[in-house]
């Protein structure tokens, strides 16, 4: 026994030194998961209104527009339902999620992944799922931020896959 052991553990070993790797995802939704449910965040999708990413209550807020991402190498490209096109950034320190045409010093559009379901990036060297939802002026609506220090903030976890009913 002990010496089946020892064959099968350098295959085990050798399996812990593979990268993780994103799955391919194209034309896909985002939907932000708070861990606890009298938050009000159990699902609702990520949408676009002027430039930024917001978590909507679609049977409060009409003014969103849904959005379609597709990883592309490490890029999230989004494209909305008029077919306008864009890149998710996060900021590079802390603030609003948003679209942009291009990456900056403080937009940063690369180094996102998946990881089962979830959504991450990893432009500090250590994956990170920093996603919160800040409450906003308007009921059910909150503004999608990065690495957020607003006590009012709602840890989110961004998924790729819509509730189930």
């Not at 690495?147 to 903030?153: E, L, P, V």
Request: glycine share 10%; proline share 3%.
């Amino acid at each position: 026994m002990f010496a089946k052991i020892c064959h099968i553990l350098p295959l085990g070993l050798g399996a812990v030194a593979v990268a993780i790797q994103s799955r391919a995802t194209t034309n896909i939704g985002f939907y932000a998961y708070a861990s606890s449910s009298s938050a009000g965040i159990g699902g609702l999708p990520v949408q676009y209104i002027d430039g930024m990413a917001y978590v909507v209550d679609t049977a409060v807020v009409t003014t969103g527009e849904n959005v379609t991402f597709s990883l592309v190498s490490t890029t999230f490209a989004a494209t909305t339902a008029d077919g306008d096109k864009s890149l998710l950034y996060i900021p590079s320190t802390s603030g609003a999620v948003g679209f942009t045409s291009a990456a900056s010093e403080t937009k940063v559009t690369t180094k996102f992944g998946t990881y089962g379901t979830v959504v991450y990036n990893y432009h500090t060297g250590s994956i990170e799922t920093l996603f919160y939802a800040e409450p906003t002026e308007t009921t059910g609506l909150w503004q999608l931020t990065w690495d957020s220090d607003n006590t009012d903030a709602i840890a989110v976890a961004i998924k790729d896959n819509a509730p189930t009913s």
